[in-house]
């Protein structure tokens, strides 16, 4: 009442915590998900998917299948002819793209390949009748990686690297692997279409729904104003839901051909095996350092697994890793290749971080490394090496311009916060009583979004204000920040705002919620919209009340015209829609689309300590310390909810989760019985502070936060346990940390 007023005539919603609006619908059942979406004589895919790794189809008997009770239709690769190509997005020159297979045709490249797709009355007719699918595939060889041409390769270079090796006073180097990793939603995929006189609706747990579009339209030759593609509530999607998938084009294409609505819905298993993995990099570095410790040079070699075909954004998880390499430290001279190959298994696709882990993880080994050889402590010598305060807009050595960042303010706070000497006089002590403790750092920096992203912005008739974004929403409060934005903008409480997105017909283009980049990005073109809009008002209310436009001044009560005159919202509504326009009806509509200035980085540090079980071999992080620097932050408790998010998937990766694919090409992990997910009493608690350098890249200052978790939490961690284990030969251990990896370097056994 009284406080929301007050703030709303001051207009200070952003920075403030109101609570989620989402959270009422989602957390009483409310929520409205693809597969609660259930049109009336909708229809039910299955998949027939390939139990081999590489081989040829050589026949395929459907005849069972197509006899079988409630069974529509059942396709093969041949009838879907005219199919067109998903797009691939040519973030590297030299990309030779492999773009999916809806359905495989004459040769599988991976188990779990989609093969036949089965229309029928139900889900479980469906599922039935896959099973009466003989698919006859003889068996090729695997071709390892060694025995295959990449598919990309890009190299930067600056400064000149080999005589920084020459004169190094000591050179280091680290391996770092990152195992595939699933990109776990609570949500699986799920796609359900309708194809009628108007064109092709598409419901899809997508966070890219403008691409799914033009993806549709492409491929299913349709004109892009035929295709609508709505996300209602998205369950989750971390990068895995960002590009479009055979089942998807499976679903519209079977809409299409039998013109009745087709759904499909993943299982968990389904979403394990054929659903975009992430990760998967192997990352060689080394660097070289004079005496005191300041990096001279750095060299590394970056090689990513694609697996079976490329998704639209199969080149950003290298491109990332490569143009962020250097991190937030000085590095002058440099020379860093990637090279991507494919493999036998599914997609490799973006997930969380996307080459920001995985570089982070390559740079702070490397860093660790450097302090032991050169008997420096592990936060001196990031001390010596971090960009200067003084030194942004800073441009990298890959050509990269860091806007702006305070690495060295992170690190004086994480030191304040913790008391770090005294923390390592403890471990050291703990240590020489018998104990294994250690602990580690993770710097980094997190790009937060290219480009641009649209949104737009109606008062009604009736008062309300309805805004649109392109930027799309999976459980990270899209709603409540940007309604935050609105009402600061237009002077009015968040209750008067709605906020419509996952709807290509809600803003005509649109990007899509990935790269740490909606708030940025989306958040800029929503500024730009309401101020379009604030202009509008300010317009037509002035020539209401008979005033100058720049005398109008708005609140929540409505427009107020220098003679102290007014009208309502509402009343300003009524008056230019007209007597006859329905309530919700747009009386003034803004739009834009906001190309930003340049990137944002939001920047941080974590610091965790461990102790392991000498038994066990279990890992117990006794504090995980964190300072995050997103730039001006919106809504401090959505910004936390992104931190502990993030930083429990950065946990998992660190510590539990892997996919594994036996010799023959088998997916192992392929239900969560074998895959470990952390589970709530698995995460460990943090400790949050935060440093709020605003982002000079876009109007409200702001920086991403999506990604920070999963960036700088798992060197810290890795970190903290190379550090404990130092005593025992110092093992370079490999992600994950699990208890029996861990027992067996304590133990001096193989397989560590
Ligand atoms: S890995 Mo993200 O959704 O760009």
Known sequence: GETRRRRAEAGTWIGHSPRRREDYRLVTGGGAFVDDHQPEGCLHLAFVRSELAHGRIVAINREAARQAEGIVAVYVAADLAGLGEAAINRLLPGITATPMHVLARDIVTAAGQP????????????????????????PLPLIGVEDREPVLRHRWAAGDVN?????????????VEHALLAPMTLEPRAALACFDADGLTAWLS?????????????????????????????????GGKASIYPEDVMVAWAAKDLCRPVKWTASRSEDLLAATHGRGG??????????????????????????GWMPFSAAAPARNAGRILPGPYRVEAIDVSVEGFLSHGAAVGIYRGAGRPEAAML?????????????????????????????????????????????????????????????????????????????????????????????????????????????????????????????????????????????????????????????????????????????KVSDAAGEVLQCAASEIVLSEEGLCGGGGQSLSWEALGRQVAGAGATADEPALTSSAVYHAEGEAWSSGCCLASVAIDRDTGTVAVERLVWIDDAGRVLNPMLVKGQLVGGM?????????????????????????????????????????????????????????????????????????????????????????????????????????
């Open 363 to 535: 740079m702070e080994r490397l860093m660790d490394a450097a302090a032991r050889r050169l008997a420096i402590d592990p936060l001196e010598i990031r001390r010596r090496n971090l960009v200067a305060s003084d030194a942004f807009a800073y441009r990298t050595p890959t050509g990269e311009t860091l806007d702006s960042g305070n690495y060295a303010a992170l690190l004086e706070r994480l030191d304040a916060h913790v008391d770090y000497h005294r923390l390592r006089s403890e471990m050291d002590a703990r240590r020489k009583s018998g104990e294994i403790v250690g602990l580690g750092l993770g710097f980094y920096i997190e790009p937060c979004g290219q480009g641009w992203e649209s949104a737009s912005i109606s008062l009604c008739r009736d008062g309300s204000i309805v805004a649109a974004t392109g930027s799309s929403a999976q459980g990270q409060g899209r709603e409540t920040a940007f309604a935050q934005i609105v009402a600061e903008t237009l002077r009015v409480v968040p209750e008067r705002v709605s906020i419509r997105s996952g709807d290509t017909q809600a803003v005509a283009e649109g990007i899509g919620a990935l790269a740490s980049r909606s708030t940025a990005i989306g958040g800029g073109a929503m500024l730009r919209a309401c101020e379009a809009l604030r202009a």
């Open 648 to 752: 429990a998937q950065g946990f998992g990766e660190a510590m539990m989760e892997r996919l594994v694919y036996d010799d023959d090409g088998q997916l192992l992990t392929g239900s969560l019985m074998d895959y470990a997910v952390p589970r709530a009493d698995d995460v460990p608690q943090v400790e949050i502070d935060k440093l709020e350098t605003w982002s000079p890249s876009n109007p409200l200052g702001v920086k991403g936060v999506g990604e920070a978790g999963c960036i700088g939490v798992p060197a810290a961690l890795v970190n903290a346990v190379s550090d404990a284990l130092t005593p025992f030969g110092a093992p370079s251990l490999q992600m994950p940390l699990t208890s029996e990896k861990v027992w067996r370097a304590i133990n001096g056994l193989d397989g560590a």
């Open 115 to 138: 093969i036949v797709a089965i229309a029928a009355t139900s889900a479980a007719a469906a599922a039935d009748a896959a099973q009466l699918v003989e698919v006859q595939i003889d």
């Open 206 to 238: 997508t966070q890219t729904p403008h691409r799914a579009r033009d993806d549709l339209a492409r491929m299913l030759d349709l004109p892009v104003n035929k295709v609508r593609v709505i996300a209602p509530d998205v369950g989750g999607a971390f």
């Open 282 to 307: 192997r990352l060689h570095g080394e660097l070289a350092l004079d005496a005191a410790g300041t990096v001279l040079g750095l060299r590394a070699r970056l090689t990513f697994s694609h697996g």
């Open 163 to 175: 005589s920084a090796f020459k004169t190094a006073a000591a050179t280091v180097s680290a391996s």
